[in-house]
T-cell receptor, first 113, second 113 residues
């Protein structure tokens, strides 16, 4: 079983819609959760961090964490073509060691004009 | 503008060559990382330096040799690589060794002939 699983995608949404990206993780002791955006041919860029249950909003992005369900999601409101990228979920274990930072395989998002 | 700078951006080398990848950060971060990323895969951790000391080596073959001359610089020395080592090599830094909020450089795309 993969430790961090994401929708395999690709996911296509029309411009202006809400894109919903999901991630589940297997380590119940996980403490910190991250979303990275990676444009084709570029490096990953951190867009959201979330550490406690609930929602965290930053502009058009909302991260949602439910530790009981071992689930973290990223909502992108008013999606724009410039949001088209691969989104990587990353989860860190209880000790926060770099070795415990596990990336999901990524969900490719395409926002259609 | 990225605050983690990697050079070169592209490198082509033969299996008998010796080359180096360089990374520099000016954010005062105390942890620096090397990741390897193959196409359509998430980044894979190779090495972690914390306070200029090697703290994690993820069983990387000895043909990859990391070096951290000071807190701002990280090198990856390459020797006798194989074609399967062709990948995007990403340098990242974080505030400290509790990883998760990583700042990636633009990457060095390596092709081994």
């Amino acid at each position: 079983q993969k430790e961090v699983e994401q929708n395999s995608g690709p996911l296509s949404v029309p411009e202006g819609a809400i894109a919903s990206l999901n991630c589940t993780y297997s380590d119940r002791g996980s403490q910190s959760f991250f979303w990275y955006r990676q444009y084709s041919g570029k490096s990953p860029e951190l867009i959201m961090s979330i550490y406690s249950n609930g929602d965290k909003e930053d502009g058009r992005f909302t991260a949602q964490l439910n530790k009981a369900s071992q689930y973290v999601s990223l909502l992108i409101r008013d999606s724009q073509p410039s949001d088209s990228a691969t989104y990587l979920c990353a989860v860190n274990g209880a000790k926060g060691s770099a070795r415990q930072l596990t990336f999901g395989s990524g969900t490719q998002l395409t926002v259609l004009p | 503008d990225t605050e983690v700078t990697q050079t070169p951006k592209h490198l082509v080398m033969g299996m008998t060559n010796k080359k180096s990848l360089k990374c520099e950060q000016h954010m005062g971060h105390r942890a620096m990382y090397w990741y390897k990323q193959k196409a359509k895969k998430p980044p894979e951790l190779m090495f972690v330096y914390s306070y200029e000391k090697l703290s994690i080596n993820e069983s990387v073959p000895s043909r990859f040799s990391p070096e951290c001359p000071n807190s701002s610089l990280l090198n990856l020395h390459l020797h006798a690589l194989q074609p399967e080592d062709s990948a995007l090599y990403l340098c990242a830094s974080s505030q400290d060794r509790v990883a998760g909020e990583l700042f990636f450089g633009e990457g060095s795309r390596l092709t081994v002939l």
